[in-house]
């Protein structure tokens, strides 16, 4: 894939012009897809996109039962695959909550709260160990309200210009 282009491959449908057409036609009217060239000689799909990133969520929303994408695991480990697929699900979980609720809650949101009240149960339980901050921990990070209370005061100097060194006296004297 590059920047804006999608190359697919089905090799089992090689020479089925039907098919090859029924995909170009069903992805046209995804909204992302500008332009989709298929070659059913070749058994491949060249999608033409705005934004890919919009393309795999519309993927995952349509119910594509066309074809099955399957992304190959550069480092061929199982921890990868188990990570990928946990994370397009929940991207899909995400993209479907935000249509149902039309924009205005997403998955973050509900995992806020979902954090925040298991924290505060906790806490009225009397676990104050592990459970509750734990949670209420979680409930804070999803806010981001660690990132700003922890910043490491070194980076911050760091990161500023340094400035003129000044004797005191007037310049050009000594």
Partial sequence: MSARR???RVPERRRDAAFFAAVAERLLT????ERVETNPLTASILIY???PQRLFAEAAVAGNDLFEIEFADPSNSDRGAVVDRAARTFDAADA???RWTEGQIDI???LFVVFLL???YQLFRGSLAAPAPTLLWRA???LGLWNSLY???RAEVAAEPAAPISSGSPAGSY
């Fill in 6 to 8: 999608l190359r697919v």
């Fill in 30 to 33: 995804w909204a992302s897809v």
């Fill in 49 to 51: 996109c705005s934004d």
């Fill in 96 to 98: 479907a909550l935000r």
């Fill in 108 to 110: 973050r949101g509900v």
């Fill in 118 to 120: 298991g924290g505060i």
């Fill in 140 to 142: 804070g990070d999803l």
């Fill in 151 to 153: 910043r490491d005061p």
